[in-house]
């Protein structure tokens, strides 16, 4: 199974700070037909999981566009421009190139 | 709008069942897959598997094959989790998903003698 190593676990934020999180792929995620099945979503406290990126870089509808996505084969990142209090939860990076899709371990962001 | 509606919390004894709905509505049902999610308390997401919502077929993560069922009620735009024998293991909560972008509340499972 593919293994996403998201680093760091936790992260601290003041508001306004720019922030990054990375997820690491033990194989390249680049699919046969072109595309890059790697997402990532938000789970706020008591909250179901929310998807903010699909396909690395591509904003899910209604999402604010301080969220962004970028990265490549095995290396990816979502960058945080400009963190607000709503932000707060865990971020998931979860991969579906690969059966059996799989989740990174989180990465849990907490407001100073 | 869209929207998976989950059924209620369930409290169960070891070895016995429990059936967990997700109702869909606001979209054709038949048009996508439902995927169904584990998260165990304080925990992060397992993938379970998912279910063709066209033809039914279910496929199971390793992990949840044996006392895990996902079917079908496609004339009421419903999919269900079943798991039978239940163990401590298994308290948790379940999600299910379409395809990630819409999502369940979840279904919290307390397994208790």
């Known amino acids: 199974d593919v293994v996403l190593t998201q680093t760091p676990p936790t992260l601290s934020a003041t508001i306004g700070q720019s922030v990054s999180i990375s997820c690491r792929s033990s194989q390249s995620l680049l699919d046969s037909d072109g595309d890059t099945y790697l997402n990532w979503l938000l789970q706020r406290p008591g909250q179901s999981p929310q998807l903010l990126i699909y396909s690395v870089s591509n904003l899910e509808s209604g999402v604010p566009n301080r969220f962004s996505g970028s990265g490549s084969e095995t290396d990816f990142t979502l960058k945080i421009s400009g963190v607000e209090a709503e932000d707060l939860g865990v971020y998931y990076c979860m991969q579906a190139t690969h059966a059996p899709l799989t989740f990174g371990s989180g990465t849990k962001l907490e407001i100073k | 709008q869209i929207q998976l509606v989950q059924s209620g919390p369930e409290l169960k004894k070891p070895g016995e069942s429990v059936k967990i709905s997700c109702k869909a509505s606001g979209y054709t049902f038949t048009n996508y897959g439902m995927y169904w999610v584990k998260q165990a308390p304080g925990q992060g997401l397992q993938y379970m598997g998912w279910i063709n919502t066209e033809t039914g077929k279910p496929t199971y993560a390793d992990d949840f094959k044996g006392r895990f069922v996902f079917f079908l009620e496609t004339s009421a735009s419903t999919a269900y989790l079943q798991i039978n024998n239940l163990k401590n293991e298994d308290m948790a909560t379940y999600f299910c998903?379409?395809?990630?972008?819409?999502w369940g509340q979840g279904v919290m499972v307390t397994v208790s003698s």
């Open positions: 998903a379409r395809w990630f972008d819409y």
